[in-house]
């Protein structure tokens, strides 16, 4: 059983604002301006609404935080307060995501490598480079987990350099008549173009949900939970959107949707190539080692679904004392199918269609756990904050829906299809518990 922190060594809220930000602002964002480039400088009008709903999301997870603290809050807000089918159908859908997140920094890492050697801007070597930074990291990690681990807290603050240093250049050379020049590039209806762009957006949202881990280390948390999770995604918002303006509006987005190394980029456009460099470095090893962190977890969501009875534990190792080397052999070996499938004429396209899908299979999860929230409601004593609570859940879920709708046409179809593999899958499970109980 894990200690609970004492009153002393508990955080404030503005520390805990910092950590939850600092839970979201990773190395998915290095390649995110180029595919957001390929809309446009309009796309701040998307991270003005992906902003709130992000906002209006961290929420849900701080009051769920709140009324049911559990560490498996993915599987079991739904399986409690909806019914265990939803429970299994997240735990699926964050797996998927985990899978096909990866790859998207994965490509972060050719991307910047691509910085140093362009050749690697090539989409057949781009593939093969990306599939050997994965079995790379997962031979790092088979060798020596806490390593990786360890090199992914290490590299948090040089990982933050790329965008300080693009942003403070980028604001000082803004070009008002260059930020609207690439109002929409797409050519699409304005509300088309923005509503498309939410769910590349949202890419740099993902892990709001760990704002529920302020619960366990914050002081007064009924009262500090929520002010930590809606001021560390606003924090996170601010910089995400000071990035974006200052990029769209110091470089032309035709040239920022065509690089593999957006930040490093503009920082040789704007203070030449030695300083780019260096940045470029910066960002190469943030994405490195928040890749190896990405394919522990992965192998950890396919441990904890062999422990629930989702996954055949002779795919997996359920022993969580044990280095996962057949769960990381496993996710090494879907990420490669991912890369290999997903191939387009630039890192960024790439990028974008993994991120899209990504996002589209965590909104279906945020949805379900919005709407667990709904039945925990019942738990608030007073009337009117049992009514707020219920509303912000069905709000987050709605949003959640849209962006899954809003998404590009293209990515809708796999992540309709990831949602509807819930099902039959769900029916083997039991058919396989039943079996078992049979035997």
């Known amino acids: 059983m894990t200690d609970t922190p004492s009153a002393a060594r508990r955080i404030g809220p503005l520390l805990a ?3 939850v930000a600092g839970n979201m602002i990773g190395s998915g964002v290095f390649l995110l301006p180029a595919t957001l480039a390929a809309i446009g400088s ?54 998927l995501s985990c899978w096909v997140g990866s790859p998207a920094i994965a490509l972060a890492v050719t991307g910047y490598l691509a910085f ?26 088979v060798i020596g987990a806490r390593t990786v681990a360890r090199l992914g807290g290490l590299t948090l603050v040089i990982g933050l350099a790329p965008v300080a240093v693009a942003t403070v250049l980028g604001l000082l050379a803004f070009d008002s008549a260059t930020f609207a020049a690439g109002w929409n590039a797409t050519g699409k209806p304005l509300a088309q173009a923005v509503g498309g762009s939410l769910a590349p957006i949202f890419w740099a949202f993902l892990g709001l949900e760990s704002a529920t881990i302020a619960a ?3 002081r007064d948390p009924q009262r500090n939970v929520a002010r930590a999770a809606l001021g560390g995604v606003g924090l996170a918002a601010l910089i995400y959107m000071a990035a974006s303006v200052a990029l769209m509006g110091s470089i032309p987005v035709a040239v920022l949707a065509k690089s593999t190394a957006p930040f490093a980029d503009s920082i040789r456009i704007l203070a030449g190539s030695t300083l780019a460099s260096v940045i470029a470095v910066c960002a190469l090893l943030k994405a490195a080692g928040t890749m190896g962190g990405w394919l522990l977890l992965t192998a950890e969501t396919s441990r904890s679904g062999a422990a629930y009875g989702f996954l055949p534990r002779a795919l997996t190792s ?6 996962p080397v057949r769960n990381l052999l496993l996710s090494a070996g879907l990420i490669s199918l991912v890369i290999a499938s997903s191939m387009s004429p630039t890192l960024g396209k790439q990028f974008g269609v993994l991120i899209n899908i990504a996002v589209n299979l965590s909104m279906a ?9 709904v039945s925990f409601a019942r738990q608030i004593a007073a009337p009117g904050k049992r009514l707020a609570a219920r509303a912000m859940a069905l709000g987050g879920a709605a949003f959640a829906v849209w962006v899954v709708a809003a998404s590009d046409p293209g990515m809708l179809a796999p ?5 509807a593999a819930t099902v039959p899958m769900y029916g083997l499970v039991l058919l396989a518990r039943r079996l078992k109980a049979k035997a």
């Open 318 to 323: 359920p022993d969580p004392a044990r280095t």
């Open 42 to 95: 309009s796309t701040i009008i998307g991270w003005v609404i992906a902003s709130a709903g992000a906002m209006l999301l961290a929420g849900v997870f701080a009051l769920l935080a709140t009324l049911r603290p559990t560490p498996d809050g993915i599987v079991d807000y739904p399986a409690q307060g909806l019914s265990p089918f939803f429970g299994f159908a997240n735990w699926l859908l964050y797996w």
């Open 216 to 218: 366990a280390v914050v």
């Open 365 to 373: 999860m945020y949805a379900l756990c919005a709407l667990a929230l």
């Open 415 to 419: 992540s309709l299809w990831a949602f």
């Open 17 to 19: 604002t910092v950590l």
């Open 116 to 141: 140093f050697f362009p050749v690697l801007s090539d989409p057949l070597i781009s593939v093969w480079t990306t599939i050997g930074v994965i079995w790379l990291m997962t031979l790092a990690n």
